[in-house]
């Protein structure tokens, strides 16, 4: 297995080298390395060092990504209550400023069903993996994208410190805040009147339409996945205390792309996705992989993935599964090694 995962992962690292036929970028450091930029192979600078450096950068290794991202935002500081607000800025290779993304645990937004959000004059939109801007920046504050739909507030947001200090939360600061939906177009969604669809998505006592639509190709994707879906939903919760199995919903969240050459599916457990993975889809080799949520450089061939996370999870939690879901997952496990052969 050791030696199929370097081989995937060398494969998947030359799709991410974005730069050929253009000029290699390197970063770059000030004499006393506090600051980073990039250079391309002449030696022109492309990005001043102006960002200040928080972790190694490798100076002799081209940077094969599309766009490149770095600590810090110049600029005038913002509103200390807004909650609305950016850490980072994304360059292009030609070393122009795309966006700044809003700010997440300590650190940048993470990508939720291809978008994430970023911060233009203290309001936020969402930007795709393209660096295209779906929306622009109209919200006082939003939340991911999740089942298609992401969370929007019209109108001005504070924080909120808990009792210790430490952490806040988002409140409305002024009266007439609205809440509402929108689709991964920027488009505000109304509720829909009555239920339509099984997988219309129930949201604060209301259903949306299902934002799960498909072409003939797609759907034969997913029906490709049925045989596996007792595993994949094991790979997802097999590891929780005393799970009883209840199968997951898979949709596809994201199509290739110029930078990204596969389908993404995830799991969504009552209309909730599961991030701790990601199933991917190889349309040109008919092939699925499976991907840690937060890095995609390193891809596992789907059958081999599920046999390795159930087998394991069998062995190590011996005492915390129930007799009747181990018994299913065991059958699971026998058929994949048996489709393996």
């Given amino acids: 297995?050791?030696?199929?995962?370097?081989?995937?992962?060398?494969?998947?690292?030359?799709?991410?080298?974005?730069?050929?036929?253009?000029?290699?970028l390197y970063y770059m450091m000030t004499a006393d390395s506090s600051l980073v930029g990039v250079r391309n192979e002449k030696g022109t600078i492309i990005i001043p060092p102006i960002h200040h450096v928080y972790h190694d950068f490798d100076l002799n290794v081209p940077i094969d990504d599309p766009f490149i991202e770095f600590i810090g935002v110049l600029g005038d500081e913002e509103d200390a209550d807004?909650?609305?607000?950016?850490?980072?800025?994304?360059?292009?290779?030609?070393?122009?400023?795309?966006?700044?993304?809003?700010?997440?645990?300590?650190?940048?937004?993470?990508?939720?069903?291809?978008?994430?959000?970023?911060v233009e004059k203290g309001k936020i939109g969402f930007v795709n993996l393209l660096g295209d801007?779906?929306?622009?920046?109209?919200?006082?504050?939003?939340?991911?994208?999740?089942?298609?739909?992401?969370?929007?507030?019209?109108?001005?947001?504070k924080k909120q410190?808990?009792?210790?200090?430490?952490?806040?939360?988002?409140?409305?600061?002024?009266?007439?805040?609205?809440?509402?939906?929108?689709?991964?177009?920027?488009?505000?969604?109304?509720?829909?009147?009555?239920?339509?669809?099984?997988?219309?998505?129930?949201?604060?006592?209301?259903?949306?339409?299902?934002?799960?639509?498909?072409?003939?190709?797609?759907?034969?994707?997913l029906k490709k996945l049925d045989q596996f879906e007792k595993a994949i939903?094991?790979?997802?919760?097999?590891?929780?205390?005393?799970y009883e199995y209840k199968p997951l919903q898979l949709e596809i969240v994201e199509k290739p792309n110029r930078?990204?050459?596969?389908?993404?599916?995830?799991?969504?457990?009552?209309?909730?996705?599961l991030d701790d993975y990601d199933i991917l889809f190889d349309e040109k080799?008919?092939?699925?992989?499976?991907?840690?949520?937060?890095?995609?450089?390193?891809?596992?061939?789907?059958?081999?993935?599920?046999?390795?996370?159930?087998?394991?999870?069998l062995q190590r939690r011996k005492d915390d599964i129930k007799l009747e879901t181990r018994k299913l997952a065991e059958q699971e496990l026998l058929k994949l090694q048996t489709n393996g052969k």
Avoid at 82 to 87: D, E, H, I, L, Q
Wanted: charged share 20%; proline share 5%.
């Fill in 1 to 24: 297995m050791r030696g199929l995962k370097i081989f995937v992962t060398l494969i998947l690292s030359c799709c991410f080298l974005f730069s050929k036929g253009q000029d290699k």
């Fill in 82 to 118: 807004n909650p609305a607000f950016a850490v980072s800025t994304v360059y292009d290779r030609k070393g122009n400023i795309l966006y700044y993304p809003q700010f997440f645990d300590n650190g940048s937004d993470y990508w939720s069903e291809g978008l994430r959000r970023y």
């Fill in 133 to 157: 801007k779906i929306s622009p920046a109209d919200w006082g504050f939003a939340l991911p994208f999740n089942y298609g739909y992401a969370t929007v507030y019209a109108g001005k947001m």
């Fill in 161 to 221: 410190y808990d009792a210790g200090g430490e952490h806040w939360f988002v409140v409305p600061a002024e009266d007439g805040v609205n809440e509402s939906l929108i689709n991964k177009h920027g488009v505000r969604v109304e509720p829909l009147q009555i239920r339509q669809d099984p997988k219309d998505y129930f949201y604060n006592g209301a259903y949306y339409p299902n934002p799960f639509q498909y072409n003939n190709d797609e759907l034969l994707i």
């Fill in 233 to 242: 939903t094991f790979l997802f919760k097999l590891s929780s205390s005393q």
């Fill in 259 to 273: 930078y990204f050459p596969y389908y993404v599916i995830g799991a969504y457990e009552e209309q909730r996705r």
């Fill in 285 to 313: 080799s008919d092939d699925f992989y499976i991907s840690q949520w937060d890095s995609r450089r390193e891809l596992v061939p789907l059958n081999e993935g599920l046999i390795s996370s159930i087998g394991e999870n």
